[in-house]
């Protein structure tokens, strides 16, 4: 069995990724190819108020909606946020630093 190790899709419109996961499905099924419905997750990324919480449905299959991924160590939130990568980073110091040097 074939399979892609990491797809990552990102738009700033619900009415996309929906058209973009149709898509996905439409071309996995002429490959051969399986969607691993717990492993495969989407980011709204958009300066417009959106929860982040509405999961798209199609047909057997539930694409999870998420409010943060990480890849190839950058953070991405659906708010676009700079500052997540940095808080994360010092935050990994602090408990470094804490491990080693107790008070």
Not at 49 to 57: I, S
Not at 66 to 78: D, E, S
Not at 94 to 102: A, L
Request: charged share 25%; hydrophobic share 35%.
């Amino acid at each position: 069995m074939a399979y892609a190790a990491r797809v990552v899709i990102t738009h700033r419109r619900l009415q996309d990724v929906k058209e973009v996961f149709a898509s996905l499905v439409e071309q996995t099924k002429k490959m051969a190819l399986e969607i691993n419905n717990t492993k495969t997750k989407f980011l709204i990324i958009s300066c417009k108020p959106y929860n982040g919480n509405e999961d798209v449905k199609l047909g057997t299959h539930n694409f999870e909606s998420v409010k943060r991924y990480t890849y190839l160590g950058i953070i991405l939130t659906y708010k676009n946020e700079k500052r997540p990568e940095i808080e994360d980073k010092l935050q990994m110091q602090i408990e470094y630093i804490m491990h080693f040097f107790p008070y």
